[in-house]
């Protein structure tokens, strides 16, 4: 064989045969490229309304938001004639899993790989008169079983040119091949084959590699398993055999379902066997079942010796692929269904007896006396072969092909062939790629599927099967809004009118008109759901509309309330209306809604007399203010108090705290200590001073409680919480006015009440039995002023003891005079109110030595005799006389030290010290004698510059500004060259020396009074290098 490339014909190849075969194929790469101008089918008049709907016309907009689209207008069933012409007519072809295997002149076979078109194996099958008689291909493509007229069945591998005679076969007329779907490797595994005689046999073929010198072994089994009895002693033949596994389990063995098909009769076979055993044959556990009992069948009148059985299997949601639906051809038409696998079907049954066959109808061959037939047709009108995919039935006559719907059985497009290319003699399917291959004699077409499901949505809806109709067209939401549309109207006539408004509420259909047509029908609780749903489908964004339903909504929900409340049905129907109502307000995404449009739902609440809903509202809109208001207007304290603590509102505190104050003072205080800081007590004043004025005991004594917990436990020291907190201990409690101010203490800078104010209060309070404690009152107040004499004469009101301990106060005893002063008031208070003389000289004793005898005697009366003061004017004149003896003992002691004075003085004019050549000055350590010098008694010298440096720094800045200003008038002097005379210069200089000499040197600057001041002074100054000198 030769392979030609054709330059510039890219995707392009022609293969060129020997001249013996002298056969030449011309194909596309892929098979996919369409010649230039293709015949399209036709479609019946009766049927073209319903092709037409999506294929032709445009989609009408139902529904506002739809424009008007054009559907796809590609035909379903796209056919394109390949670019091949046989030599010889073709006679048989199959395609399976993009393998196409082709018999020619049924003699010579072809396999082509069509994803690699230019690798084709061309295999010589007979020779002489021997024809193929049907063409069996695996699945999977790999595998090819050729049954021959003369009885014999050749098996070819997938990597063999050499076919191999299937000597076990001999004998039997192969007329089906029930193929195992999970096979692999080079063995087929279990297979099922239908001979003519009505047997099923089971086989098992492993090919191996072709030699050089000798061919593939083939070991196989062929074993009866089942056979099919007959009157005449020979079986019909089985004209269609599948088998698939139904369920797996975990011991190995798996549940098995056998289709077998006669010309006339529908075999189904189930039961369980272990495919991987060893024991063959494998499915004589299944068929072993039905020995005694004749397996579960369908029987169609007539006889067709064509009989085809089809199975369409699906991948979706499974791994291996599952059978969904049949076709079975007949004498009388189709019989097709769908298949359920046990897991969707009733376990009741038995295994044997199980049917996995619904919804099965028989839809009869299409009237063909009005189909124009060409001269070379045949006009039998036999159906020679069918095809069956998702949604249609393809039929193939000898010169057309026609395609029925199998969900209304309707004919919807019909394909007429030219009569060049001779009658029509197969129809195929590849069922790994969907596509539908038709064969003449001398050319083969190629039908692609298109969108098939396109119009299948509206034959559901046709037949009112909505949720099928809805699966079908979830990707076109115009056709789906259709779709929504019937099915709403279906339950609406119906009476179904809450389902109808749910379908209403996810079309396009105008608001107003379906929300009219609920409200003509009176049907109010549909017409809320319709709301509902409406309301639940808008998007964040779409305020207005949210405003409009939900408002709507909540005057439905009232009225339906109102109709129930007036009926006196406190029924479930009412309680759920209200919880629908409750749930309504509450939802998340309306909160915004309500929240900008809140007074209309208030007055909404309000006209309806909905109370209950309107706190709640009020509640979820956290408008507290509101729900306080309600509650005190009824009365309702408690509940009001319980509403300001949900919140985080201080100020709704400070305005409602004045009424709650009045009626619940224990609760109210209580919930302001809970707030802690929180709450300013300034703000809360007026509502204290509200109700202290006109309330009860229990009005104040709370109020005392609170202001007690803002100055102990707040630590709060505003003057107006004190002097508020006062003015009650005042009036109301008047013991604890002096703990108080004891608690406040003595320091008038520290204490946090105004002592004017608080002086007033107690001064002002004239209760008789509260006069003692407010006294004492005074007289602390009087002493924080430090109006001790005050204090003292209000004291002595209450208690001389009380007076005696303010004229000892710590901060007089340095005041002597006022302390005395103090003594006087209470000795007066003693001699003049209590008259009582010996208490007086007891009191004199008690003072000490501030008073005398002399300072009390002016109080006492003209008419008291000398004998009651005698002792203590004896006591008085001999203390005198003890007195001047002191001090005249402190005269002569004065004389004696003035005399030693002197005495000292004369010897230290007389003394003198001895400086020696050696000597060295205490500061530079140089020699002393050098320069002039200081000398003191202490033996310590310094030479004058270096007592000026040294005790300079140490002198007092008053006594260094001094000697600073002596050091200059002395230069100054010195410098001078005026006309004043010498002994004038001479006696300022001397006395500058002088005066300078008492100012630095009047002590040593190392062991005098200087140097003794001048300890705390450091040793490194300011400018001294620190750190970096030390090291």
């Known amino acids: ?54 294929a032709s016309s445009p989609v009408e907009p139902v529904a506002s938001g739809y424009i008007s689209a054009t559907e796809d207008q590609t035909p379903i069933f796209n056919k394109s004639k390949i670019n091949f012409k046989p030599q010889e007519p073709i006679t048989h072809l199959s395609i399976c899993n993009n393998m196409l295997c082709m018999v020619m002149a049924g003699r010579l076979l072809l396999r082509i790989n069509l994803m690699h078109p230019d690798n084709v194996d061309e295999v010589e099958i007979t020779r002489g008169d021997e024809k193929v008689y ?81 061919g593939g072994s083939v070991d196989q089994y062929f074993k009866q398993v089942y056979k099919f009895a007959s009157s005449n002693g020979r079986g019909d033949p089985v004209t269609g055999l599948e088998y698939f596994c139904t369920a797996s389990k975990q011991d190995g063995k798996n549940d098995y379902c056998i289709f077998a098909a006669t010309p006339n009769k529908l075999y189904q076979f189930s039961g369980t066997m272990s495919p991987n055993s060893g024991e063959v044959p494998v499915f004589q556990a299944v068929f072993s079942l039905y020995i005694n009992t004749p397996p579960r069948h369908i029987q169609i009148p007539g006889i067709r010796d064509n009989s085809q059985l089809i199975l369409l299997y699906s991948s979706k949601g499974s791994t291996v692929p599952v059978p969904t639906q049949f076709a079975w051809m007949t004498a009388e038409g189709v019989y097709i269904g769908e298949i359920k696998l046990p897991s969707m079907v009733e376990t009741s049954t038995s295994i044997q007896q199980r049917s996995l066959i619904t919804n099965a109808r028989l839809v009869h061959y299409p009237d063909t006396a009005a189909d124009n037939t060409n001269p070379f047709a045949d006009n039998s009108g036999e159906v020679l072969n069918i095809v069956l995919t998702e949604f249609h039935l393809l039929l193939l006559y000898s010169d057309r092909l026609k395609v029925i719907c199998s969900l209304n059985e309707q004919l919807i497009f019909e394909d007429v062939y030219s009569s060049r290319y001779g009658q029509l003699r197969g129809l195929v399917k590849d069922p790994a790629q969907g596509t539908i291959w038709t ?6 077409f190629k039908y692609k599927v298109v969108k098939e499901s396109r119009d299948v949505w509206q034959m559901y809806l046709d037949m009112g099967k909505f949720d099928l109709a809805r699966e079908h067209c979830r990707d076109n939401p115009a056709n789906l809004d259709k779709v929504l549309t019937r099915q709403a109207e279906h339950e609406f006539s119906k009476g179904q009118y809450q389902e109808s408004a749910l379908y209403y509420a996810i079309t396009q259909n105008c608001f107003e008109d379906v929300a009219l047509k609920f409200l003509r029908a009176g049907k109010e609780v549909a017409l809320r759901a319709y709301l509902q749903k409406k309301l639940s489908n808008l998007k964040a964004g779409e305020t207005t509309q949210m405003t409009m339903l939900s408002t709507w909504l909540v005057e439905l929900y009232l009225n339906q309330i109102g109709k129930l409340s007036e009926a006196h049905r406190e029924s479930q129907e009412l309680n759920k209306c209200r919880e629908n109502l409750k749930n309504l307000l509450a ?22 007399s909905d109370i209950e809903d309107y706190v709640f509202f009020a509640v979820l809109m956290q408008d507290y203010e509101r729900v306080v208001n309600h509650h005190i207007q009824n009365e309702d304290y408690t509940s009001a108090l319980d509403a300001l603590r949900k919140q985080n509102s201080v100020p709704l505190y400070y305005k409602f705290s004045p009424v709650l104050m009045q009626h619940i003072p224990q609760t109210t205080v209580n919930a302001w200590i809970q707030l802690g800081r929180r709450i300013d007590p300034r703000h809360i004043i007026p509502s204290l001073v509200n109700c202290t004025e006109r309330g009860s005991e229990t009005h104040w004594m709370e109020a005392i409680r609170y202001l007690e917990f803002c100055t102990t436990e707040l630590e709060c020291s505003d003057p107006a919480i004190h002097n508020y907190l006062l003015s009650l201990y005042a009036k109301h409690v008047p013991n604890s006015v002096i703990s108080y101010l004891r608690g406040q203490g003595d320091d008038s800078s520290e204490i946090c009440y105004d002592v004017k104010y608080a002086l007033r209060l107690c001064l002002g309070n004239k209760d008789p039995s509260a006069r003692d404690t407010l006294h004492q009152a005074c007289v602390h107040i009087y002493t924080v002023m430090a109006l001790y004499e005050e204090a003292v004469n209000m004291a002595l009101k209450v208690d001389v003891e009380l007076a005696k301990s303010i004229a000892d106060r710590r901060e007089l005893e340095e005041d002597e005079e006022t302390r005395r002063k103090l003594w006087l008031c209470i000795a007066k208070h003693i001699v003049q109110e209590d008259k009582d003389i010996k208490r007086a000289m007891k009191f004199l004793q008690e003072s000490g030595d501030l008073l005398k005898i002399e300072d009390i005697l002016p109080f006492f009366p003209d008419f008291v005799t000398i004998d009651h003061f005698k002792d203590a004017l004896c006591e008085s004149l001999a203390e005198y006389n003890k007195h001047i003896d002191q001090l005249k003992d402190e005269m002569n002691e004065a004389t004696s030290s003035a005399h030693s004075i002197r005495a000292n003085i004369q010897e230290t004019r007389n003394r003198h010290l001895v400086v020696g050549g050696t000597d060295r000055c205490k500061s530079c350590d140089k020699l002393l004698l050098t320069r002039a010098f200081y000398l003191f008694p202490c033996q310590h010298a310094f030479h004058n510059d270096c007592m000026w440096k040294d005790a300079r720094p140490l002198l007092i800045d008053s006594k260094r500004d001094l000697a600073d200003r002596l050091q200059q008038k002395l230069l100054t002097l010195n410098l001078s060259n005026d ?5 004038e210069r001479k006696t300022s200089r001397q006395k500058l020396i002088k005066d300078l000499d008492e100012t630095i040197a009047n002590e040593c600057v190392l062991c005098g009074e200087i140097a003794v001041r001048s300890i705390d002074t450091p040793f490194l100054d300011e400018t001294f290098g620190g750190e970096e000198t030390w090291s």
């Not at 089918?41 to 709907?53: L, Y």
């Not at 063999?160 to 195992?180: D, N, Q």
């Not at 064969?439 to 083969?444: C, F, I, K, L």
Request: charged letters at 20%.
């Open 1 to 54: 064989m030769k392979i030609h490339f054709i330059p510039g014909r890219s995707f392009h190849s022609i293969f060129v045969f020997n001249a013996e075969s002298n056969l030449c194929l011309a194909m596309s790469s892929i098979l996919d490229q369409y010649e230039a101008t293709m015949s399209h089918g036709t479609i019946p008049d009766r049927q073209r309304s319903v092709h037409s709907n999506s």
């Open 134 to 214: 049907k063409l069996h291909f695996d699945p999977t493509g790999r595998f090819v079983l050729l049954t021959l007229t003369s009885e014999e069945t050749i098996f070819l591998s997938p990597n063999s040119r050499k076919p191999k005679s299937l000597h076990k076969f001999k004998g039997h007329k192969i007329e089906s091949v029930g193929w195992c779907h999970t096979a692999t490797g080079n063995t087929t595994g279990a297979v099922l084959v239908g001979t003519s005689w009505g047997l099923i046999m089971e086989c098992s073929i492993e090919a191996g590699e072709d030699t050089k010198f000798f």
């Open 587 to 608: 939802q998340v995404k309306l909160k915004e809604c309500f929240q900008e449009n809140r007074n209309t739902i208030y007055d909404l609440l309000i006209s309806h």
């Open 979 to 983: 006309s004043t005379s010498k002994e």
């Open 439 to 444: 064969y003449t004699d001398g050319a083969v």
